[in-house]
């Protein structure tokens, strides 16, 4: 039969183990929304693709640096004239949404420069992250049974004991923080062809990587020897 809180043969101890880390980004996601008008549907959906394609190109471009793209969402909406009768359609709005995740940081703020410098394009992000799978995860966790074993010794020692069985080590969770708040956002923009012309391109935006906190935590219970009290 199982005693819950041990005996005056096998006291038992319960202590919590927490770890806090403080590392480097692995991974960066932006993205990237592309969109269009036109006075009737063909030619916004023609401007969308085109768009659209040259945006992919320009993602394309870089190669490894950009690990993972995908399309979401896409629509042609239609805009209604406010007054007059019946549904008559003012414009079209056409907007297709892309998402890259780059690992390469030295090539994001020259990516997310150009990308905001296409027509009617937005850019949001840096949205910073670890991979699922980081190592940084299993460290944390490690170091927090390191500490639910040292605080459980350090309790049994002030009793002038020791530890002799691992009873139970309850995972109660870990998770980075600080990693999904946008470091950067750009609007679409609308330019005549003249003033292409005249531009020069953008300089590339300095994104400082935001250092993701880690946290794991443990609950764990040992039986000590008895203690002499």
């Known amino acids: 039969m199982t005693v819950p809180h041990g005996t005056p ?7 919590r183990g927490e770890a806090h880390l403080e590392v480097d980004p692995e991974i960066a996601r932006i993205g990237v929304t592309v969109a269009s008008r ?9 401007d969308l693709t085109r768009r659209n394609t040259a945006a992919l190109d320009l993602l394309k471009s870089y190669g490894d640096a950009v690990e993972h793209l995908e399309t979401g969402s896409f629509s042609v909406t239609p805009e209604l004239k406010e007054h007059g009768r019946g549904e008559r359609v003012h414009a079209y709005h056409g907007r297709v949404h ?3 995740e780059l690992t390469d940081f030295t ?5 997310t420069t150009r990308l905001a410098d296409l027509d009617l394009t937005r850019v949001d992000g840096p949205f910073w992250a670890l991979r699922r799978d980081s190592p940084a995860y299993r460290e944390a966790r490690q170091q927090a049974v ?24 309850t995972d109660t969770g ?19 062809r003249a003033a292409y012309a005249e531009d020069t391109a953008a300089a590339p935006l300095d994104l400082e990587p935001q250092r993701q906190h880690v946290h794991a935590q443990v609950d764990a219970r040992f039986t000590m020897a008895p203690p002499r009290l």
């Open 98 to 100: 892309l998402t890259a």
């Open 38 to 46: 036109g006075k009737d549907r063909r030619t916004a959906l023609d």
């Open 107 to 111: 090539a994001l703020g020259e990516l």
């Open 174 to 192: 870990d998770f980075a923080a600080e990693g999904s708040r946008p470091q950067f956002a750009a609007g679409p923009r609308m330019r005549s």
């Open 9 to 15: 043969d096998a006291p038992r101890i319960s202590v």
């Open 146 to 169: 390191r500490e639910a074993v040292q605080r459980a010794r350090e309790y049994a020692e002030a009793l002038g004991t020791t530890l002799v069985a691992l009873i139970e080590l």
